[in-house]
């Protein structure tokens, strides 16, 4: 891994903590009565600091992720270098498209 | 000779560096599932909540409980990673490893007695 990567991994690990440590809360938190579509969407339908949250959560964590997976990859899968980045960009990019496809699904009225 | 280049992976850090790398791989496996779980919202709150009353069977319970595990551990591995290498050296860094699986045992038995 570069420094470039390593710094953008700590990078989004350092923004993730809080967002993980709220997340186990809303977990709880949802599961309270048992989990339903009725309690998760009245929650979260119309909220500006949802989307704000849960967006930028899905962008740190398609990067960290992203990372995480290309690191995996060169040290345990015998591939060259440019695939493994190529693995790992296209990762990155469908955890992004299908996570802000998610928030804008329970965001949006 | 291998018993010997092999004897590191008896130490806790070792368990511990190896646990953050399986629960994240472990995470990304699973964040795509949940993201187009929550996708189903797109097509109305009805088809989420069919989604969800599914996934009110015991065993899909077990695999949120372990999930809530694997999510909790990997965040507090990743805590003492980023305070290990931005602040000054502690000791007992094998204590520390073991407090964040034994904090997220908890955690995990915690959300079993909520869901069950």
């Known amino acids: ?109 | 000779m291998i018993g010997r280049a092999l004897k590191h992976r008896d130490s806790a850090l070792w368990i511990a560096a190896m646990v953050h790398r399986i629960s994240g791989l472990a995470l990304a496996i699973f964040l795509p599932l949940h993201f187009l779980t929550l996708g189903l919202a797109i097509e109305g709150e009805a088809r989420l909540e069919r989604f969800l009353r599914w996934s009110d069977q015991p065993l899909v319970k077990a695999g949120e409980i372990a999930l809530v595990f694997v999510f909790t551990v990997h965040l507090l591995g990743g805590l003492r990673i980023l305070v290990i290498e931005n602040f000054n050296w502690r000791d007992g860094q094998k204590q520390l490893a073991t407090l964040a699986a034994a904090l997220s045992a908890l955690v995990a038995f915690a959300f079993l007695v909520r869901v069950f």
Do not use: K
Not at chain 1, 9 to 36: E, N
Not at chain 1, 68 to 91: K, M, Q, T, Y
Not at chain 1, 94 to 108: C, F, Q, S
């Open chain 1, 1 to 109: 891994m570069n420094v470039r990567l390593y710094l953008w991994q700590r990078a989004t690990a350092a923004v993730m903590a809080p967002l993980v440590m709220v997340h186990i809360g809303v977990i709880f938190h949802a599961t309270r009565h048992g989990l339903s579509a009725a309690d998760i969407l009245s929650r979260t339908r119309g909220s500006v600091a949802w989307t704000a949250f849960y967006g930028s959560f899905v962008l740190a964590v398609s990067i960290h992720a992203a990372i995480g997976v290309r690191n995996v990859l060169s040290e345990w899968i015998p591939l060259n270098e440019r695939r493994v980045d190529a693995c790992a960009v296209f990762f990155g990019l469908v955890l992004a498209v299908l996570g802000l496809r998610a928030v804008a699904a329970v965001v949006l009225p």
